[in-house]
């Protein structure tokens, strides 16, 4: 006997905005663990994060019937909802809020350990997934967050934009940041800066760290492209630091971008929420 064919995401949910409770446990299973990583980025403590996950998928079955295709894919959506329930959670904490810019990009490049000599080796070990574990949980949840969506969870840069209710060049400048102080974290305990800044190409060691981000995420101009590409090959401080953050980012991607184990036990207690009238 052949299997059931495997339902798309609008089908279950459109078959939940009907009172299909386990059309919608099929979407729990399926998203469940985007959504408790994106959680537990929010959310100070697991236990927190999968209260967060619990009630956002809790909060999704209820207004299955609002959900819209034309305007954002299904886990899209359920990541907005997760959001709402963690930012919720904050409040209820009373922790802080969720984003503060804090200072110059050339400090932050500074701190990240722009002009500081790593060698290889140690590079090798900054990009372990331990390391790059460790040093994400302890940034603050809003760069933890920006880093999850753009980087783990691989969505577009418009669609990040959307979620987190900036315009665009916003969402780049403050996941560029976000990046920065992940490097930051890696090299807490090295020192070492430039003294002086050099124009090389062009281009001066500052510009290139502010298009550092938009430029390993292939969104420069093939002239701006040209001219970074151009200062990279004869300053070895920025080219040493651009492979490194390009590392990191790409670490981050490769090693920590499975999602997260999800307690069998978890998935039963939404499950057995689900089946209550």
Partial sequence: MPD???????????RAAGGDRDAFAAVVDRHA????????????????????????????????????????????????????????ARRTRHQPAEYVDDGPLMALGFEAGWGHPLPDEALARAEQAERLAGALASLRPADREIIVLRDLEGLAGDTVAGLLSLALPAMKS????????????????????????????????????????????GDTS?????????????????????????????????RLGAAPAVDAAQIERIRALLREP
Avoid: K
């Fill in 222 to 254: 093939a002239s701006e492209t040209g001219r970074i590409d151009d200062h990279l090959r004869g300053c070895s401080v920025c080219e040493r630091f651009g492979g490194r953050y390009s590392g990191v980012v790409q670490g981050a991607r490769e």
């Fill in 174 to 217: 403050r996941l560029h940041r976000a990046r920065l102080r992940l490097l930051a974290a890696l090299r807490a305990s090295e020192g070492g800066v430039v003294e002086n800044e050099r124009e090389v190409g062009g281009m001066t060691c500052s510009a290139v760290l502010a298009r550092l981000g938009d430029y390993v995420d």
């Fill in 33 to 88: 663990p985007a959504v408790v990583r994106l959680a537990r980025a929010m959310a100070p403590d697991d236990a927190t994060a999968d209260d967060v996950a619990q009630e956002a998928f809790l909060h999704a079955f209820r207004a299955a019937g609002t959900y819209r295709s034309d305007v954002a894919s299904v886990r899209t959506w359920l990541f907005a909802i997760a959001r709402n329930e963690a930012r919720r």
């Fill in 4 to 14: 059931p064919p495997v339902l798309e995401d609008n089908e279950l949910i459109a």
